[in-house]
Every structure is written in structure tokens, then in C-alpha cells.
């Protein structure tokens, strides 16, 4: 099971995301994703049209104002080469191959062509779950997910299987990104830290012994995990 995960992660890794006026549609991938997603009982979110599709923000305002980068565009996948990553970025009519240490002293973060929302910080790219006074995070190449129709989002799938892949977290949207390192139990330093203004919710967290209630979908405990820890990381930042 883990290997043929691993072999799922790969093939996602793998596929390009053009630029935007060059996005075609993958029906041999798609199929092969409708079958995964149908083995674990989860039903993939529609496709959409997303103003934030494959661009690049300076900032978190930015994003949220939908006021991109002008002539720059993810044009490829992620890819990864001996710890190093890197994406292809079209500026203009070229197109780069840059490390996402060089792209995080300029950006923010990018788009996928799905319009889920990405943050660029020293050597990776993390997938924002939750943005807000706390920020939750998935590390881009553990994890998979799409943007749903209302405008949540929807993990499809960790990348090793049911306990591979690590939740991450900062202070706001600019702080420094850390591993939450959450226990079934509820039990997190960082997040002690980080909710020391509202001690109670994190202790909620430790008290609530449900693993399942939280998305309607039928995720694998790891990452009910993840939804669970967005909960209450959205109950903090609604104080």
C-alpha cells in the first residue's frame, strides 16, 4: 500500500502546471486521481476557474486583493533533486528553472493551476490549509489537495499513506514556519506557544479524543489530523 502511495506521489509531483493560457486538460491523470480518490472514499472537488491561477504574490495582502505579479506564471511542476526544489516560471517570454530560495526573496508565495494558494519560505513550498493569526501549513511535495467550489479546501490524499506527512505552522502569514509535531493527543510545543493568548483552545485540542468529525469525507485518520488541528487553529483565529 505505502508503495503504491509513493508511486501516486511521484506521478502527481511529475505533472506539469502550465501557464495559464496554456492549460490543458489531463483526462488520462484525472482518471487515474477519480480512482484514487474513490478507493478511500472521497469524492474530488470540481475543477474551477481561479483568478489566482498559476501567478505569483509579493505578499499575503496581495493574494487576497487578487493583485498578482504582472508577466510572471508557474509554467511547470515541482521538482526536486537531491534535496534541492525548484519550479519553472515563465517571466515575459522566457522561462526559468529557479530554486525556491531564489523565489522566496522575491514572492511570497504562487498559485497552482487550481488556485491553491502556496508559500514560498527558505528551501520548499507549503500549501496553506488555514491563513490567519496562526497558519497551517503541508509541506508541497508530502501532500495533494484542491480547491473546492465555495472556496475550501480539500486534501485528496498524504503522500506516504496515513502518517507520512507532517502539519506546519507560523505566526500569522509571514512568520517563521515550524512543525507543529501534533499528537493524536493534542499535544503540541508549538502550538503552546502559539496560542498562549487562549490556552483553552489548544486545550480543547488535548480533550477532544474524535478523530472523524471534522471533514465529511471519508479521510484516513492522518489526515482527519490535519482538519482536526485546522478546527481549532480557526476557533484561535476568530478571537
Same mark, same amino acid.
Given at each position: 500500500?505505502?508503495?503504491?502511495?509513493?508511486?501516486?506521489? !511521484?506521478?502527481?509531483?511529475?505533472?506539469?502546471?502550465?501557464?495559464?493560457?496554456?492549460?490543458?486538460?489531463?483526462p488520462r491523470f484525472d482518471k487515474f486521481m477519480d480512482k484514487v480518490a474513490d478507493s478511500k472514499g472521497v469524492s474530488r472537488p470540481e475543477k474551477i476557474e481561479s483568478p489566482h491561477a498559476n501567478h505569483f $504574490?509579493?505578499?499575503?495582502?496581495?493574494?487576497?486583493a487578487v493583485n498578482p505579479v504582472p508577466d510572471v506564471l508557474l509554467s511547470g511542476a515541482r521538482k526536486e533533486i537531491l534535496g534541492s526544489v525548484s519550479y519553472e516560471v515563465?517571466?515575459?517570454?522566457?522561462?526559468?528553472?529557479?530554486?525556491?530560495s531564489?523565489?522566496?526573496?522575491? $514572492?511570497?508565495?504562487?498559485?497552482?493551476? $487550481?488556485?491553491?494558494?502556496?508559500?514560498?519560505?527558505?528551501?520548499?513550498?507549503y500549501m496553506v490549509i488555514i491563513a490567519g493569526n496562526i497558519t497551517q501549513y503541508v509541506k508541497s511535495g508530502d501532500c495533494t489537495g484542491t480547491l473546492n467550489n465555495d472556496s475550501t479546501f480539500t486534501l485528496l490524499y498524504g503522500m506516504a499513506g496515513q502518517g507520512g506527512y507532517l502539519d506546519y505552522g507560523s505566526l500569522g502569514t509571514d512568520g517563521e514556519i515550524v512543525n507543529l509535531d501534533v499528537s493524536y493527543s493534542?499535544?503540541?510545543?508549538?502550538?503552546?506557544?502559539?496560542m498562549a493568548a487562549h490556552p483553552e483552545i489548544l486545550n480543547a485540542l488535548k480533550n477532544d479524543r474524535e478523530d472523524s468529525n471534522y471533514v465529511k469525507?471519508?479521510?484516513?485518520?492522518?489526515?482527519? !489530523?490535519?482538519f482536526k488541528i485546522q478546527h481549532y487553529i480557526?476557533?484561535?483565529?476568530?478571537l
Amino acid at each position: 500500500m505505502k508503495s503504491i502511495l509513493f508511486l501516486i506521489g !511521484l506521478l502527481a509531483s511529475s505533472i506539469s502546471c502550465f501557464a495559464q493560457k496554456d492549460q490543458k486538460a489531463n483526462p488520462r491523470f484525472d482518471k487515474f486521481m477519480d480512482k484514487v480518490a474513490d478507493s478511500k472514499g472521497v469524492s474530488r472537488p470540481e475543477k474551477i476557474e481561479s483568478p489566482h491561477a498559476n501567478h505569483f $504574490y509579493k505578499t499575503y495582502a496581495d493574494f487576497i486583493a487578487v493583485n498578482p505579479v504582472p508577466d510572471v506564471l508557474l509554467s511547470g511542476a515541482r521538482k526536486e533533486i537531491l534535496g534541492s526544489v525548484s519550479y519553472e516560471v515563465s517571466m515575459g517570454t522566457e522561462i526559468k528553472k529557479m530554486k525556491v530560495s531564489e523565489l522566496a526573496s522575491t $514572492y511570497w508565495g504562487f498559485c497552482n493551476k $487550481y488556485g491553491v494558494l502556496f508559500r514560498l519560505y527558505e528551501k520548499d513550498a507549503y500549501m496553506v490549509i488555514i491563513a490567519g493569526n496562526i497558519t497551517q501549513y503541508v509541506k508541497s511535495g508530502d501532500c495533494t489537495g484542491t480547491l473546492n467550489n465555495d472556496s475550501t479546501f480539500t486534501l485528496l490524499y498524504g503522500m506516504a499513506g496515513q502518517g507520512g506527512y507532517l502539519d506546519y505552522g507560523s505566526l500569522g502569514t509571514d512568520g517563521e514556519i515550524v512543525n507543529l509535531d501534533v499528537s493524536y493527543s493534542g499535544k503540541s510545543k508549538a502550538l503552546e506557544k502559539m496560542m498562549a493568548a487562549h490556552p483553552e483552545i489548544l486545550n480543547a485540542l488535548k480533550n477532544d479524543r474524535e478523530d472523524s468529525n471534522y471533514v465529511k469525507e471519508k479521510y484516513h485518520k492522518r489526515e482527519n !489530523l490535519t482538519f482536526k488541528i485546522q478546527h481549532y487553529i480557526r476557533q484561535f483565529n476568530s478571537l
